[in-house]
């Protein structure tokens, strides 16, 4: 390409990225860096929404987006890159990112995943093959973090944990050893020192009640502050200054204005994880089939096969006390009596109206299927 053509195609995107160049961060290199790299986000909601949105502004060149669930209006409190229209419509998180993030940034690439992230999939979803450089735990569940930890430490990619509850938020990198045999896609990385994983300092994930923003609610800024923590992170790292990343468990009480920071330099050796490479959540059956995911309701997945959503439709709409059958390519859903299901095409279906376990199985059972 002659070089007039080429610096007309870099002019706009000098302009677009013109203030990011001028932090001395960054740079005209570091902007580079950030156009070939590729961030995962594992979780659309509220911190995800703000990670996906600060990545893509930022000019991250690829994402890939996994997320389980649809947008309601209890979401817009806090999840900033959906509106009105996608909770009316009941879009899937991961689908209704990828389309706000074109409105406003077409030049990056997003690869949405509408699933849950369990050890089936995660290969075929994270797998470094895929040129990802880094991971964000933007999930809200330990078993899904714990399954990540084990991931990123064998495959020896790095991940940013990243938590928001209330008005706490709290972050922490995850540096694992690079393993031999796995192609770290960032060549001029220098190389960094092992941090702790997730399981060199909790080696269980915690039992009994956990706090969510289902039981103790959740402001809009904790999110963003989790979320703006966790992406300048990976912005040092996709900028390829891996000396630069915090090594500590950070966290913050927005409304106190407590603080506090463990230090995380140190690997555990005795580590299940990272010191014995024993990957139980990686290799474990995965979640249970059913989980209660907050807000009066209940995921059930109990098989594995694609639905065909028009010959489903039309044996629903023969049901007599089934209301407001509607479906897209993305989702099917229907109203029956006080419960709401909506069916995903992997079989996947989240029963709103319930935390009844028994309750949900039947409905699924009796209108998807077993
Ligand atoms: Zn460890």
């Known amino acids: 390409m002659p070089e007039t053509a080429i610096s007309a195609l870099l002019s706009p995107l000098a302009d677009r990225y013109s203030r990011q160049i001028l932090f001395p961060g960054i740079g005209a290199d570091g902007q580079a860096h950030l156009a070939t790299a590729h961030a995962a986000i594992i979780g659309c909601g509220a911190t995800g929404a703000a990670a996906a949105a600060l990545l893509a502004r930022a000019g991250v060149g690829t994402l890939t987006l996994i997320d389980r669930d649809f947008v309601e209006p209890s979401n817009l409190q806090r999840q900033i890159l959906f509106d009105e ?14 389309r706000h993030i074109a409105l406003f940034n077409a030049g990056v690439t997003v690869r949405a995943h509408i699933a849950d992230l369990v050890p089936a999939n995660i290969e075929d979803v994270l797998s470094p093959a895929n040129g990802i450089d880094v991971y964000l735990d933007c999930t809200d569940n330990f078993e899904t973090r714990y399954l990540l930890n084990d991931y990123a430490v064998q495959q020896g990619k790095p991940w940013i944990y990243a938590a928001a509850v209330g008005a706490y938020a709290a972050t922490m990198n995850i ?110 059956t995965g979640r249970p089939h059913i989980t209660l995911c907050g807000r009066n309701s209940v995921q059930i997945h109990e098989h594995q096969r694609p639905v065909d959503f028009i010959a489903m439709r039309a044996r629903l ?54």
């Open 175 to 284: 540096l694992p050893r690079t393993v031999e045999g796995i192609e770290t896609k960032l060549p001029s990385t220098p190389a960094y020192e092992p941090t702790a994983c997730l399981a060199c300092l909790f080696p269980k994930p915690p039992t009994g009640p956990v706090e969510t923003c289902d039981t103790s609610g959740i402001l809009s800024t904790a999110v963003n502050l989790a979320a703006s923590l966790q992406v300048t992170e990976a912005l040092k790292l996709l900028t390829r200054q891996p000396n630069l990343l915090r090594r500590s468990l950070i966290s913050f009480d927005l409304w106190t204005g407590d603080r506090s920071e463990i230090n995380t330099s140190r690997p555990d050796p005795d580590c299940p994880v990272c010191g014995r490479r024993e990957f139980t959540h990686l290799a474990g």
């Open 85 to 98: 229209a996608d909770a009316l419509e009941g879009l899937p998180k991961a689908e209704a990112a990828r």
């Open 317 to 370: 709409a023969r049901h007599p006390d089934i209301e407001d059958l509607r479906s897209n390519d993305l989702l099917l859903r229907f109203r029956r009596g006080p419960h709401t299901l909506t069916l995903f095409p992997d079989g996947r279906a989240v029963i709103q109206g319930t935390t009844d376990i028994i309750q949900a199985r039947t409905l699924y059972a009796r209108f998807i299927g077993s």
